[in-house]
């Protein structure tokens, strides 16, 4: 992980650590909660029940942003490799791409820059891991963390997966340029 610091909260890995893991799923069933969506289609209670999973490095992260003075969860993002079949023929099969998920802060932590750290941590992770294109879906409701990934250098794109939901957006960002 990179040497940033922030004076509120610090960033840990946490794949070995139980504690950590029992954090992570905490913090991803109040995500699930808040969206009130049913991601079975996205096979989430294997991805929960078998974490740390494809966030496993080296291909993989899974980051939790703590309360420096208390140790209290504030955030939590997940990165891992991922293979599609190229549906918008974009002629860009062959880079190797990652994908963002479950980004979740508190509400008591929102607007300290928590969700901005950690995205900027797993893109490090990303480049360091030789990933070329990072890819996420977000929903069209979620306007904050929409203008957050549009300010780290994601821009909207043509769907990389099939999903049920209807108001999904699927975003990406290049990591082999500058800018």
Known sequence: MSAATHPNFHLVPAYTSEVHLSTVRSLFTAYTTWLDLDLTFQNYAAELAAL????????????????TDSSTPLSVIALRHFTYDNPTGDGSASNRRCELKRLYTVPEARGRGVARALVREALEIARGAGYQVAL????????????????????????????????????????????
């Open 52 to 67: 740390p999973g494809a966030y496993a490095p080296p291909s993989g992260a899974l980051l939790l942003a703590l309360d």
């Open 136 to 179: 996420l879906d977000t929903l069209e409701k979620m306007k904050a963390a929409r203008g957050l990934y549009a300010s780290e250098g994601f821009v909207e794109r043509g769907k990389y997966y099939e999903t049920p939901l209807e108001d999904t957006v699927f975003m990406e960002k290049r990591l082999d340029i500058e800018g």
